[in-house]
């Protein structure tokens, strides 16, 4: 809601005030910094209308001497401090102060780090971070802006709005499988996109396209890593875990998401015999279209019963895990050679 409580203000051009700006979408935050400082860097006289401070420059009698001073030549003045040291409560306090009185034809904003702001706490009271305070006053005075990641409907229209200014119709299922298998940050998907645009010269973007062009996020890999093992390819299976030992992913998540994967291949298999609508079985487990079929594709190559034995031996294995004292990556590669060998788990 404060998002678009911002784009209304940037619409109708009443954006002068006080903004706190926090986040783990980097590249969305960073698209709205650049809409609020270019009323400072598009006028006349730029080097006198945008102020910029971060954590280490940053001190109640600057800001103020910044502040005191009108705009230059247009009706827009930016103030930016990027980060603040959280540590320094007496400066937190003046900053509170200095931002219940802000004057006509100043934009402040303060931007936070992802991660250092709990933003779903604060709201329920829970937070006791240093920044608490100066929330508190912006939150009355100005606008809070939380970036958060998107995801769903919002994060496939965004994807299908950059194809489209350039001029490509992508398919649902490309839309849908693109940032499954890229991840949703935005900043990513952005160079996909561009990636994909000028290797497909303007024809429809595939789910094969995806494939061929882009780059896996780890996420991706492991569901991969899972249809190896549920298909009895031993050596996709040893290349992914090289790879991931390689890049230092954690066991914890391999573990999970494997886990995770089998679950919804018992699942998806189990259904499937039971004749339940594709619909059903997709709104049950919040899957799309093309993890869908993937998941049933790889499922429909081992039986209900193998896949029974894989989940229990999933869950021992994990709880092997978080008592066991040597190599973790170990403990993962016995269970994807058990399953291989285990009669049990055969088609």
């Not at 400072?40 to 971060?54: H, R």
């Not at 001073?69 to 400066?91: C, D, R, W």
């Not at 896996?216 to 549920?230: H, M, T």
Request: charged fraction near 25%; hydrophobic fraction near 40%; charge should be negative.
């Amino acid at each position: 809601m404060s998002l678009e409580i911002l784009k209304k203000r940037i619409k109708d051009d009443n954006v002068d005030g006080v903004y706190a700006f926090f986040g783990d979408e980097e590249y969305t935050k960073a698209f709205y910094l650049k809409k609020m400082m270019s009323y400072a860097e598009e006028s006349p006289t730029p080097v006198f209308n945008l102020v910029t401070f971060n954590d280490e420059t940053i001190t109640a009698s600057d800001l103020r001497d910044a502040l005191d001073a009108p705009p230059f030549m247009t009706e827009h003045k930016v103030i930016y401090v990027n980060g603040i040291p959280l540590s320094n409560k007496q400066l937190i306090t003046e900053l509170c102060d200095i931002c219940e009185d802000i004057p006509d034809g100043v934009i402040l904003i303060f931007s936070f780090r992802p991660g250092e702001i709990d933003y779903a706490a604060y709201q329920k009271k829970k937070d006791k971070g240093a920044y608490v305070p100066l929330l508190d006053v912006i939150s009355g005075v100005g606008l809070c802006v939380e970036f958060a990641k998107e995801s769903g409907a919002k994060l496939y229209n965004w994807i299908g709005k950059h194809f489209s200014s350039r001029g490509l119709t992508p398919g649902k299922d490309a839309i849908e499988f693109l940032p499954a298998y890229c991840g949703n940050e935005m900043t990513v998907l952005h160079s996909e996109i561009d990636k994909l645009c000028s290797y497909c010269q303007g024809r429809n973007v595939t789910v094969r396209d995806v494939e061929f062009v882009c780059c896996p996020n780890a996420e991706y890999q492991i569901f991969d890593l899972a249809s190896s093992v549920a298909e009895r390819k031993p050596a996709r299976t040893r290349a992914i875990m090289q790879n991931f030992r390689f890049n230092g992913v954690a066991p914890e998540i391999i573990m999970g998401t494997v886990a995770k994967s089998f679950c919804d291949m018992l699942y998806v298999k189990t259904a499937f015999s039971e004749n339940r609508s594709q619909s059903t079985t997709k709104a049950a487990v919040g899957m799309a279209d093309w993890l869908y079929r993937r998941t049933l594709a790889s499922a429909q190559k081992i039986d209900i019963q193998s896949l029974q034995h894989i989940v229990i031996a999933c869950n021992d294995t994990d709880k092997r895990l978080k008592t066991f004292s040597g190599d973790p990556y170990t403990q993962l590669e016995l269970l994807f050679c058990q399953i291989n060998a285990d009669e049990k788990t055969k088609p």
